[in-house]
């Protein structure tokens, strides 16, 4: 394996010619393979990890600093890989630590698939061997990696990868010839390096303006709809200045809802032009996976309708400066939110230009309960008049007071609601806001007296609210019914958490930064339940600028947390615990 080679070949995929790709999966497959086993000690599972970190390395290959080091890389990969792998494996994300040994992951991997092992005697003389040595066993057999070859991916010297490999046949020696037999049988398949490159699916294409020339410098969104759900949307697809956009496909070969051959795809844009809001989709996108689509056109100009919407109370009364949220939805499940408008003194809002989706709708006002969701689902349900009516009743209110740690009146804290509940009704809506951001339509904010109101409350029901303040700290309160007039919050300190990431010695920027409360400390129980999703972005959590720095605030001192990192396919996740001193100078390296 001569490293220049592997140079020339990350350059030419780098270029634009992705089927050099292959020649680098025929290279490692086996090699990664073998060190996939290392850690999971089960075949069926190393075979999906070693798949799922090709994918990886492919599409974060531009991160790579050193491309002659492609195959060091790969194995600091399958390294890391080895942590989201347990994570499904044992199927909770709380368990979790960067500190597991081999044996842990080995035992949650047996415990799946008890059919897919060696032979016991095997097996047991293998487990026998130090790590290091079992280590180059199985590269050198699974693997089929020559010293010089293992040398190179692990960093060491050649020698000392030889005398690794001469310890551990002279420990294994009455079972020697049967380990080799055993581990040449398991290697893979010779299909798997197309079942890889079939992974590797893609979207390009270019957006139209309302002018007719290529629109640049914005973002997209692509929304994943399997069967009858919207899965997953992905925003921020980056358009370069001649109107052009690539979007890398994910894969969904573990988390399909049902067996389904293709997958349909939309990409989005919306845009605010003054007050007005314009949004448009391509038709559907259905690719089988792996499939390339190119030379797909996202035209404003085209499929697009235009309305306004008005907001009327229970009387037909005009309601000035309600907030009106936007979201496109897809077979009446799922969706996402596209922008917020405001309703002037007419009760209308400015125009909005939308294509054939479907969209939902929620009107936000001062004294009025929130709306059920109103659907849009066909243009043809748009009056001749073009104007969409959405009718809010009264509603309820929770009103009380802020205090900092000493019981003195805090000004300026911001509330926030995590979610309602109805026991009654049997309903129960997240309503989640993040720690930090600018107060949304619904949020309060405490005057100098530090007393508030929530004023768009449902009439019935129970709510669980937050309070923050970025110098006194947080708290937070469940179950408070609609129509308490004395709630009370009383300020909890919090501590923040800054520092740098960096990639090989390169600043991260854009990398995201997120913090899973695990365990709560006394006091701060009531936030205990607030998981933070890694496909989203959570209530504590940050992105790097173009330094690689990060601040995350609004962090709980003595609670358990873990750290996680996320930049392209690189991952760091760590473990920790954090005391009342807050920690500003911290490195965190991706490999």
């Given amino acids: 394996m001569k490293s220049i080679d592997d140079a020339a070949i990350v350059n030419r995929v780098l270029q634009g010619d992705e089927s050099a790709f292959t020649s680098l999966v025929n290279k490692y497959r086996d090699t990664v393979h073998a060190l996939a086993y290392h850690h999971v000690r089960n075949f069926h599972d190393a075979e999906d990890i070693t798949q799922e970190v090709f994918i990886k390395a ?25 942590v989201s792998w347990l994570r499904r494996a044992k199927g909770s994300e709380s368990q979790i630590s960067m500190e597991l040994e081999s044996t842990e992951i080995a035992s949650a991997s047996m415990q799946r698939h008890t059919d897919d092992k060696l032979r016991e005697s095997v097996r047991d003389a293998i487990l026998a061997l130090p790590e290091n040595e079992r280590i180059v066993i199985n590269l050198y057999y699974l693997g089929g990696a020559t010293s010089s070859d293992i040398s190179r991916i692990m960093d060491v010297p050649a020698g000392t990868v030889r005398y690794w490999l001469h310890r551990a ?23 798997f390096t197309k079942q890889v490159m079939d992974s590797l699916g893609k979207i390009e294409g270019c957006i139209i303006g309302m002018d007719g020339k290529p629109l640049g410098n914005i973002r997209l969104t692509l929304d994943t709809i399997m069967g009858k759900y919207m899965i997953n949307s992905h925003d921020y697809i980056q358009v370069d200045g001649d109107g052009h ?37 391509t038709p559907a996108i259905v690719l089988r996976p792996g499939e390339k689509r190119r030379g797909v056109v996202l035209d404003l100009r085209k499929d697009s309708h235009t309305l306004r919407i008005r907001v009327v109370d229970g009387e037909g009364k005009l309601v000035d400066g309600a907030h009106v949220l ?25 125009s909005l230009q939308l294509s054939s989706c479907r969209y939902m709708f929620r009107a936000i006002a001062e004294g009025f309960a929130p709306n059920d969701h109103v659907r849009l689902t066909t243009p043809n349900e748009i009056p001749e008049s073009g104007i969409f009516d959405i009718t809010i009743e009264k509603g309820g209110r929770i009103a009380g007071k802020v205090v900092d740690s000493n019981g003195n009146p805090v000004a300026n804290a911001h509330l926030a609601i995590r ?12 309503i989640g806001r ?12 405490t005057g100098e007296d530090g007393q508030f109101a929530f004023m768009t409350l449902y009439t019935v029901g129970e709510y669980c609210i937050q309070a923050f303040h970025p110098d006194h700290g947080v708290d937070g309160k469940a179950d408070i019914p609609v129509g308490s007039e004395d709630a009370l919050f009383q300020l909890k300190p919090v501590v923040a958490l800054a520092g740098k990431v960096l990639k090989g010695n390169q600043p991260v920027p854009d990398g995201l930064v997120y913090m899973h409360l695990l365990e709560a400390a006394k006091g701060y129980e009531v936030f205990e339940n607030e998981r933070i999703r890694p496909d989203r972005s959570a209530y504590i959590s940050a992105h790097t600028d173009t330094s690689g720095t990060f601040r995350i605030p609004y962090l709980f001192p003595g609670c358990s947390y873990r750290l996680e990192v996320r930049y392209g396919e690189s991952e760091y996740a760590k473990s920790i615990r954090l005391t009342s001193q807050p920690e500003n100078h911290l490195t965190i390296h991706l490999d």
């Fill in 58 to 82: 492919y599409r974060s290959l531009e991160t790579l600093v050193t491309p002659g080091k492609f195959g060091n890389w790969l194995y600091r990969i399958v390294c890391n890989h080895r």
């Fill in 169 to 191: 046949k002279r420990r294994l020696r009455e079972e020697l010839g049967t380990v080799q037999n055993e581990l040449r049988m398991k290697r893979l398949a010779s299909s």
């Fill in 245 to 281: 956009f690539v979007v890398d496909i994910p894969s969904y070969s573990r988390c399909r809802p049902e067996k389904l051959d293709t997958v349909e795809y939309r990409v989005m844009c919306c845009e605010k032009l003054g007050r007005d809001v314009r949004h448009a989709s």
């Fill in 326 to 350: 936007i979201g496109v939805t897809y077979d009446m499940s799922g969706g996402h939110g596209l922008t917020c408008v405001v309703t002037g003194a007419d009760g209308l809002t400015p």
């Fill in 419 to 430: 979610y309602y509940a109805d026991e009654a009704a049997g309903h129960r809506i997240a």
């Fill in 434 to 445: 993040n720690f930090g951001e600018k107060p949304g339509p619904g949020d309060a904010q």
